[in-house]
């Protein structure tokens, strides 16, 4: 197995992967996104995220997904968005592998945190996370706004001015 940086002929296979997320965290339709979008964004002149994929004999088995945020608290982090490995490649090692990576490259980038996302149904990745060193804080609530909640927002918005 070789974890590498992920490169433009990689992406239909990260989209397959992501698919395969999305079926796990039980929301299979959910996924708009298309190898053109990664593309575009992931290989531009200023990208919008990074990858790494593990790979065994040409066959990507697992993908992290990342990019830089800015926190006022700390400066620089890194928010992993995604690590998927295929279902029937996990055990294999490969988690672990993009996982130390991703913390390698936080540590190489002098990032002050790592952070990410988890379902709390999850259990068996907390465990995980709380076992390499994580901290799973079970005072945040993830917020998000979807494009539905952006319109209806915007039209409130606009109808008062």
């Known amino acids: 197995m ?37 593309l575009r964004d992931g290989f531009s002149e200023n990208p919008l995220f990074y ?16 990019y830089y945020r800015f926190s006022t608290w700390k400066g620089k982090t890194i928010h992993l968005e995604d690590l998927i490995v295929k279902e029937n490649k996990r055990g294999t090692g490969a988690g672990f592998a993009l996982y130390t990576e991703i913390i390698k490259q936080g540590k190489k980038d002098n990032v002050k945190r790592i952070e990410w996302n988890v379902l709390d149904w999850n259990t068996p990745a ?36």
Do not use: C
């Open 126 to 161: 907390i465990a995980f996370y709380k076992k390499s060193g994580a901290t799973v804080l079970n005072d945040w609530r993830v917020v998000h706004m979807d494009e539905k909640g952006i319109e209806t927002f915007i039209s409130k918005i606009e109808k008062n001015n």
């Open 51 to 66: 990858t790494f994929v593990a790979e065994v004999q040409n066959e990507i088995i697992g993908v992290a997904l990342f």
């Open 2 to 38: 070789i974890i590498r940086e992920g490169m433009p002929k990689d992406m239909p296979e990260v989209l397959a992967l992501i698919k395969e997320l999305a079926i796990f965290e039980k929301e299979p339709n959910a996924v708009v996104v298309t190898v053109e979008d990664l």
